[in-house]
């Protein structure tokens, strides 16, 4: 069974940088695309980041462009999502993903059947 765990999140004040992290195990890493995902209170999870099976093709919301990075590492296993210059409405719950297929082509919640407990982010002053 695949486990997702996220870290690395916290509170941080306007401007500021985060790097949040999601450790895979249980099954292959490298065969699925792996995404990050937000939901603040009220809303709907909504996508941020996709990386592709390998690493080589990236989407990201347009939120999230310019100011954050996904990137995989096969030999951790690991996720990152790099956040700089946040603002309060980045405040939410981040949550890992992993897809159903290897491309950077899923970006609904539904293409991604298997998921993280989440990591709160709050950006406030």
């Known amino acids: 069974q695949v486990q997702l765990v996220e870290s690395g999140g916290g509170l941080v004040q306007p401007g500021d940088s985060l790097r949040l992290s999601c450790v895979v195990s249980?099954?292959?890493?490298?065969?699925?695309?792996m995404g990050w995902f937000r939901q603040a209170p009220g809303t709907e999870r909504e996508f941020v980041a996709v990386i592709s099976w390998n690493g080589d093709s990236t989407r990201y919301a347009d939120s999230a462009k310019g100011r954050f990075t996904i990137s995989r590492d096969r030999s951790k296993n690991t996720v990152y999502l790099q956040m700089i210059n946040l603002k309060p409405e980045d405040t939410a719950v981040y949550y890992c993903?992993?897809?159903?297929?290897?491309?950077?082509?899923?970006?609904?919640?539904?293409?991604?059947?298997?998921w993280g407990q989440g990591t709160q982010v709050t950006v406030s002053s």
């Open positions: 993903a992993r897809a159903a297929g290897p491309g950077s082509n899923y970006i609904t919640v539904t293409d991604f059947p298997t």
């Open positions: 249980g099954r292959p890493f490298s065969s699925r695309a």
